[in-house]
């Protein structure tokens, strides 16, 4: 038998959205070399994620099942933002790791319902009356999920906190840090142009994020190991995690950021 023919993609067609996709997408690979040390702390993280994720689907304590979907959407988030960043949309990346965190508090806060599955039910059924969307944004304050947070592990809610705000000063939210970041001023004898940057590679920019989104990651981890404590004990991810939060220091000091 013949070897089947090459799938072949298709042409990027010949638009500006085209080529905004293309350069994004020549930016995450630039970027991966450019970065290499940081790029390589990002696989690793990916891996122990990948692990965490297989052990949390198999769980079959039903009462988990909410937080256990959450987890994994905080970690597609992570995904997410890791692409944008290096894309050149530091910016952006920013309300998506807001969303990481804030996924995470709530699968926690569900997890340690002490009333299961209250909580469950009034995320659930948030959509289904006026009354239960109030209940459920009664609930699931950054206050409350966060104060669960604390009660279990106070040192690592503590620099997740400090994340979330800076998320927030950085794009999560439209404030200045954010807004100004990406922004160019250019003089000429006849005018004077401010030009806002969409993809924006800036290397420390990108660096910032990329450390950024890394400890989020972190913070994600090491709830799921509040969460399901024995399934990653086994498994051996506890040491892998751990490991891992020793990368960070000499990653970022061997890059200068």
């Known amino acids: 038998m013949g070897d089947k023919p090459q799938q072949q993609l298709p042409p990027w067609e010949r638009d500006p959205l085209s080529s905004f996709l293309k350069d994004a997408a020549l930016n995450e690979h630039i970027s991966s070399l450019n970065l290499a040390p940081i790029y ?4 690793q993280t990916h891996s122990v994620f990948e692990s965490v994720k297989s052990c949390i689907e198999k769980d079959n304590h039903e009462e988990l099942l909410v937080p256990r979907l959450l987890l994994v959407r905080s970690y597609s988030a992570f995904l997410a933002a890791v692409r944008l960043s290096m894309s050149g949309q530091s910016l952006e990346a920013m309300p998506v790791l807001r969303a990481a965190i804030e996924q995470t508090w709530y699968s926690l806060h569900i997890a340690r319902d002490p009333k299961p599955p209250e909580r469950s039910f009034i995320w659930l059924q948030r959509h289904t ?13 950054i206050a409350n999920v966060s104060a669960t947070h604390k009660s279990l592990d106070a040192p690592t809610e503590e620099k997740f906190h400090i994340l979330y705000n800076d998320v927030i000063d950085y794009g999560a939210h439209p404030n200045e840090k954010g807004i100004l970041a990406s922004m160019k001023l250019e003089e000429t004898a006849d005018a004077v142009t401010y030009q806002v940057g969409i993809l924006y590679p800036d290397p420390l920019l990108v660096t910032v994020t990329l450390k950024t989104a890394i400890e989020v990651a972190i913070g994600i981890l090491k709830v799921s190991q509040l969460i399901c404590p024995m399934q990653l004990k086994v498994a051996g991810l506890d040491i892998c995690i751990e490991q891992l939060i020793r990368e960070v220091p000499p990653t970022f000091a061997d890059s200068g950021k």
């Open 129 to 141: 009356s006026p009354l239960q969307t109030k209940m459920c944004k009664n609930e699931f304050t």
């Open 40 to 43: 390589s702390l990002l696989k």
